[in-house]
């Protein structure tokens, strides 16, 4: 009875698998096609719709545009994050539930809420379709990323290394920099992973405050469909998700996905 109850949880975890990749198993091979429109099983093998990508330089700009903004989110977010992870773990603080539940909330709050929401606010401080409203949005929904992960890698932090730093003398800001930092390494590092995929792939929150010259590179091929259904949108589609897939690969090396989603504490 328990192999058969297995073996159907197998099948449906398999099934859902499918359901959820199956755009990608379409939308890369339909990149290679020969023919000049989408098709699916695509007409014959061509590279040349990733060709004409360096043609078009609207993609080109969109693309080094995403890369900066998503390194200066990730950076940002990361510093944020982690300080306010390690105040929320270590110390004791009044307001401190409100302000954890404040920092993870963009979590919870549908991210087409949060762009209309940082639409109004930021058009009243004048920095709507500015950079760095742009910057700012993102931070926002970067943020509870590097907290949650940070928390994740402070669950198993030993304090009693800063405890005997301290009795020997070293300063708080010598502890925190060789011993505090360097435990939370693989943590931290994550965090930077997670919010850079976060900003880099965001379209929901960037159709809002975007404006001609802060086009990031999903609202680019965004606006192209509009205009335009070929093959190329396969191919630089692919070129994001080959990114994306680069960065997820690091993260498992560098974290460990099952231990982002808490597989290890499910399985103990």
């Known amino acids: 009875m328990r192999q058969g109850k297995f073996s159907w949880l197998g099948v449906i975890t398999v099934a859902i698998l499918i359901f959820v990749n199956a755009p990608f198993l379409i939308i890369v091979p339909s990149s290679f096609t020969a023919a000049g429109y989408l098709s699916f099983p695509p007409e014959g093998f061509s590279l040349d719709w990733y060709k004409q990508i360096l043609d078009r330089p609207e993609f080109i700009e969109a693309f080094w545009f995403s890369l900066q903004l998503a390194a200066i989110t990730a950076i940002l977010s990361t510093l944020i994050g982690t300080m306010a992870a390690i105040a929320i773990s270590k110390y004791q603080f009044k307001g401190k539930n409100f302000i954890s539940g404040l920092l993870l909330s963009p979590l919870t709050v549908p991210s087409l809420i949060i762009g209309i929401a940082a639409l109004l606010f930021f058009t009243r401080l004048g920095l709507g379709g500015t950079f760095l409203g742009l910057l700012l949005a993102h931070i926002l929904i970067s943020i509870p990323y590097v907290v949650r992960l940070v ?24 502890v925190f920099w060789n011993i505090t930092l360097p435990m939370l390494r693989h943590a931290i590092l994550s965090g930077f992973i997670f919010s850079f995929l976060t900003s880099f792939d965001n379209v929901t929150v960037s159709l809002f405050l975007v404006a001609p010259d802060t086009t990031t590179l999903p609202l680019a091929i965004f606006t192209y469909m509009q205009e335009s259904l070929d ?38």
Do not use: C, W
Not at 151 to 174: I, N, S, W
């Open 151 to 174: 928390l994740t890698g402070l669950t198993t932090f030993d304090y009693t290394l800063e405890k005997a730093a301290y009795m020997l003398g070293a300063r708080p800001v010598h």
């Open 231 to 268: 093959p190329m949108v396969a191919s630089i589609s692919s070129v994001v998700i080959l990114i994306s897939l680069f960065f997820i690969f690091l993260l498992e090396k560098v974290y460990g996905l099952d231990r982002l989603f808490g597989l290890n504490a499910q399985q103990h």
